[in-house]
């Protein structure tokens, strides 16, 4: 990897300086730790109840040591990286001094460690014999933690008094012996309780997965050893950080996004501004120009904002640096209290996750100032999620949730990918049948839209559209998207994706809806939403006409686009390219 300053990635040098033992045990012992955390992971999709988790896999595991120091984190949700170590330390405030074998620990308040009130944060002391060694750890978006709306994520919500139960730093274990009055609280104060503590119990469950694989690693390599290669591991993605950094050319980097609306006010954009300063191996994100926080609830609490810093930063940098707290150590952040990324309390944040979605694509559009061949332009602009949730015609109630597919952005000599989760959230897409399963849902319509991906010398991947229908009684519809008013920006001379759309079938014909709502929905009636296209890279008129014909032939970019966006006149079919007017086309656009 190479860019800007002469900086070539030398992983081998870097293991050399970091460690105090064998290079090839340090590998060893680093993937030995990941399999555990993923195990983890694997553990929570066997055996927990809702969709969200076992086809969605919004959860992330990780392993932290007795210091707090995330060490290691599973092949999951990105953007839960640098909340961990937020949360953990809540927990060592509490309990640092009185943390013993059987406890398990657990927060979901934004205000205490947490990021929003769905994810709740579960922490297992991992001891070897007497000893701490650190704690296995697993987060998880559940179904549902009471509130206003069904799903507690309304983005409509004003106050975090009405998202649901707010849990501070507690026991749900106290050496071994269960916390009969959380698990009950929890159960009388959430829909559908038998989901939410089935789901409870399979986090556990991951906990306990990793508490014991980390005392066989302890017993296969002692646990003088492993605490070495904690601190070997941390330092060498340090350098790999500091290295990655020092290639970027110094100078202070500025770009300026917006949130189409706070679920609110609707109308009113939300800047998210970002001054990227580099000096030398440093990196520090300033939000001054930011707005301040808002009335609706895409406030993000300063360990969330973090953890999206965390993972723009980590996207640039090469595979081989481990995910672990080493590599936060020479990225800071700059965000005044009682703006939108470091909101006062009680502000709103169940819906914060547009938000870390919008920091990152401000962060790569400030990147792409200073090194634009590392930068992808950005994907649909955030996982659009939503929930359903009322009764059929016998009274019963379901409640489904689920977070819809999108695309990223192209970049040099990468084409925009088309219907995947946005790379800072890396999960799954639940399939129709889990879907129809699930709830009294059908699903329409589900496709790539045509014409949607920015053009690009590189083109951006296609918006996805999904059309539910309603089957139940009666329900509430919660949906949280943006990039409607304010689509996906192109880089590097590439062109905007397509925006995002809302539509509501009310039985006599189609109307709009915001990008963030709560509505009632009723039988037969449906919700067609289309997420945004992602951004182009590069001059559209110079992508390759073999390119353009091969979309056109898949049905991806329209004859007229191919010949408006990309300067190719397309015939056929049999399709094909004219050559001749292709060529005075293109020639004639530059004039």
Not at 32 to 39: H, P, T
Not at 93 to 110: Q, R
Not at 250 to 268: A, M, R
Not at 420 to 430: G, K, L, R
Request: net charge negative.
């Amino acid at each position: 990897m190479s860019f800007g300053k002469s900086m070539t990635w030398r992983r081998s040098a870097i293991w050399k300086r970091s460690m105090p033992f064998d290079p090839v045990r340090l590998e060893l012992i680093k993937n030995a730790i990941g399999s555990v955390v993923d195990e983890m992971l694997l553990t929570v999709v066997r055996i927990a109840y809702s969709s969200i988790m076992k086809d969605t896999m919004d959860i992330s595991s990780a392993f932290c040591d007795r210091k707090g120091r995330m060490i290691a984190q599973g092949l999951s949700l990105p953007l839960h990286l640098g909340s961990i170590p937020d949360a953990i330390e809540a927990v060592l405030e509490k309990y640092e001094n009185s943390i013993e074998k059987g406890d398990v620990y657990v927060l979901n308040d934004p205000y205490h460690g947490g990021m929003h009130l769905p994810d709740i944060f579960m922490f297992k002391p991992v001891f070897v014999r007497d000893s701490l060694l650190g704690f296995a750890i697993l987060v998880a978006h559940h179904n549902d933690m009471g509130g206003r709306v069904p799903g507690s994520s309304a983005a409509d919500s004003t106050e975090i008094f009405q998202e649901g139960i707010r849990i501070p730093v507690v026991k749900l274990y106290d050496k071994g012996e269960a916390n009969d009055t959380l698990y009950s609280m929890l159960s009388l104060n959430v829909r559908q309780p038998e989901v939410v503590l089935g789901d409870v119990r399979a986090q556990l469950a991951a906990c306990e997965i990793g508490e014991r694989g980390m005392q066989e690693l302890a017993e296969r390599y002692g646990v003088e050893q492993l605490e070495q290669s904690f601190d070997a591991l941390l330092d060498y993605s340090e350098r790999g950080a500091r290295a990655t950094i020092g290639a970027i050319p110094n100078g202070i980097y500025k770009f300026t996004d917006f949130l189409d609306d706070d679920g609110v006010n609707f109308g009113q954009p939300i800047k998210v501004e970002v001054a990227l300063r580099i000096d030398d191996e440093e990196l520090t994100v300033d939000f001054t120009g930011t707005s301040d926080q808002v009335q609706g609830a895409i406030n993000s609490t300063l360990s969330f904002a973090k953890s999206a810093i965390y993972f723009a930063i980590r996207s640039i940098m090469v595979e081989e640096v481990p995910n672990n707290a080493g590599f936060f150590r020479p990225i800071n952040a700059v965000a005044k209290v009682g703006s939108l990324v470091n909101p006062r309390p009680p502000g709103a944040c169940a819906a914060r996750g547009v938000t870390g979605f919008r920091i990152i694509d401000a962060i790569a559009g400030a990147l792409a100032k200073a090194v634009p061949d590392r930068i992808r332009a950005p994907g649909e602009g955030g996982t659009t999620s939503y929930s359903i949730a009322g009764y059929d015609s016998d009274g019963n109630y379901s409640q489904f949730r689920e977070a819809v597919m999108g695309c990223w952005g192209g970049g040099k000599n990468k084409e925009g990918l088309d219907g995947v989760a946005n790379p800072a959230a890396n999960i799954s897409n639940a399939p129709i049948e889990a879907i129809e399963n699930s709830a009294p849902i059908r699903v329409e319509r589900y496709e790539l839209v045509a014409d949607s991906g920015g053009p690009g010398e590189w083109r951006g991947g296609l918006a996805v559209m999904r059309e539910l229908r309603y089957l139940g009684e009666h329900a509430r519809l919660q949906l949280r998207s943006d990039r409607r008013d304010h689509p996906p920006f192109g880089v590097n001379g590439g062109g905007s994706g397509s925006p995002s759309n809302n539509l509501f079938d009310n039985g006599e014909n189609w109307e709009t809806l915001p990008t963030k709502f709560v509505h009632p929905i009723k039988r037969d009636q449906s919700i067609r939403h289309t997420t945004a296209g992602g951004g182009g890279y590069g001059d559209p008129f110079a992508r390759a006409p073999e390119m353009v014909l091969e979309d056109v032939y898949n049905g991806k970019v329209s004859v007229e686009a191919a010949a408006h966006d990309y300067g190719v006149v397309v015939s056929g079919p049999p399709w094909c390219v004219n050559d001749l007017e292709t060529s005075k086309l293109r020639v004639g656009r530059r004039k």
